[in-house]
């Protein structure tokens, strides 16, 4: 009855805004956004059971549509994409479409290799240990101009520049106008340092719809430059001189509607529980990178002094550490953002795994060592490596074998998508570890 009652609301809905066609979704092990459209008259037969994919779909590498046969994964095998109607939202940029969240289920059973119910699955660790986590993904991307030779940034402005900011103002105005439309909050705007370079930061949610706006912020950026004659390109490092694009975590952690990172008496003015859960993640980092910093071209990103989180540390105000607290001009910090993630990573598998590094610090009480108050990039490597501040692994196929090694990591993700995950990453490092930044910039730009 209940489920009669939401079939009425959603079609009534997508009667009101005229949609034709509703976009059901899915992010694979490459972080790839695919979909597949349901005509609106066809809907009620695939309303409660979704469509069907492939299995393989969660085999298939970046570089190509072919599933690596190391995934477990093959041509045989059939799992459904089941909306999930509370996310149905139609497209301000794609008029007479709509877009659905899906769950991949097997046998009626949330499937041992969907993202999304990865999340899940660590939203409700989280809530067993009493905890709710909040948090936005923070992006940044590089609007290009097409040119016969290939692209341009749309401007030659610095960080915050108010020329970048009338330059691409219709732009700019365009997708923010959009993501409203779609509910979700815009809170700030700058042009980037990097020319053509951009940030538009969004309000935080709880943690799953913290990460269904991470999809919908990417599809609604290219697709509106798309509409303005332009690329926009999340690909972590596009021009070797320039900054490269990040896309921090922030988070905090809550209790009973009660944010529990503010502690007057504790280091940096954080609670106990907040810094085990930072000493989670820089404990489990090396590994973790697998899943936030999961590509070929994400490693160019990560130098020192380029702000990109390069270092195992923390600290308050600190641009160069992995985890930044930043201070807050009324009260204790109320959020720290987590700096060594980029848009490559699926953002359900990222977050996730970073809430189950986050519970591991909180249950063996890891600690992430003193907070640091320098650039640790000027540090001799003895005195970095007095203080426990390690440089982070310099390369993809580095950090999958931290990720083959962490058993707790790879435990919570589950040995299926363990498997399928890291036969999509090492794929992808096989076939890109010797190529230029100009071959991944052909193959990726409009990827990510
Ligand atoms: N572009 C830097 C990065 O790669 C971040 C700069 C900043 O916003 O602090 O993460
Ligand atoms: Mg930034």
Redesign the pocket.
Known sequence: MAEKHIDKTVKKSLKDTNINFVRILWCDNANIIRGKAVHVGMLSHYFEHGVGISAGQQGIPVMYDAVVPETGLGPVGEIRLVPDWSSLTPLPYSPGHARVMGNMALAGEPWALCPRSFLLRMIEAAQSEGLEIQGAFEN?FYLLRKIPEGVVPTDSTVFASTQGMDFNREVIDAIADALIAQNIPVEQYYP???PGQH?ISVRYADALLCADRQIVFRETVRAIAHRHNLTASFL?KIFPET????C?IHMSLWRDGQNLLPDPQGVCGLSQIAIAFIGGILYHLPALMALTTPSVNSYR?LQPH????AFRCWGLDN?EAAVRVPSDPVSNPTHFEF?TV?ASANPYLALGAVIAAGLDGVKQGLQPGDPIALDPGHLPIEERNLKGIDRLPANLGDAIVHLKQDTTLLNTLNPQLSQAFLAVRQAEWEAMKDWELAEEVKLLLERY
């Open positions: 940044e980037e340092s990097g940030e972590p900054a490269g694009n990040g921090h990103r380029s702000w990109s989180g641009r700096k980029d």
